[in-house]
């Protein structure tokens, strides 16, 4: 059974950082390509990161450029969100997704994903 895991939230002040990670069981996760979205109280989810199956493409939301970075470990299984200068507008919950439809204009998650539960991440000011 394929499974990712997200973790890594948890509550900050504004100007802190967070790593959020994205642990997978039943396939290989340096296969796919991998996608962090969020969804913060009222608003749709939106893409935040998406890394491509070969590393060469990476796309970050225009207001996250600069401040999140998405790595992976492949020796772990695991895909990071490395999330620096955090502010109020970023707290949300936090998921990712494998195969991620990554364009020039967004990062999108394939049609039909299965969710994870998530994990939060509050930034108070």
């Known amino acids: 059974q394929v499974q990712l895991v997200e973790s890594g939230g948890g509550l900050v002040q504004v100007g802190g950082s967070l790593r959020l990670s994205c642990v997978a069981s039943?396939?290989?996760?340096?296969?796919?390509?991998v996608g962090w979205f969020r969804q913060a109280p009222g608003k749709e989810r939106e893409g935040v990161s998406c890394?491509?199956?070969?590393?060469?493409?990476?796309y970050y939301t225009d207001s996250l450029k600069g401040r999140f970075t998405i790595s992976r470990d492949n020796a772990k299984n695991t895909v990071y969100l490395q999330m620096d200068n955090l502010k109020p507008e970023d707290t949300a919950v936090y998921y990712c997704?494998?195969?991620?439809?990554?364009?020039?204009?967004?990062?999108?998650?394939?049609?039909?994903?299965?969710w994870g539960q998530g994990t939060q991440v509050t930034v108070s000011s």
């Open positions: 997704a494998k195969n991620p439809l990554i364009i020039n204009k967004g990062c999108f998650p394939q049609p039909g994903v299965s």
């Open positions: 890394i491509s199956s070969d590393d060469r493409i990476t």
């Open positions: 039943g396939i290989t996760l340096n296969y796919y390509g």
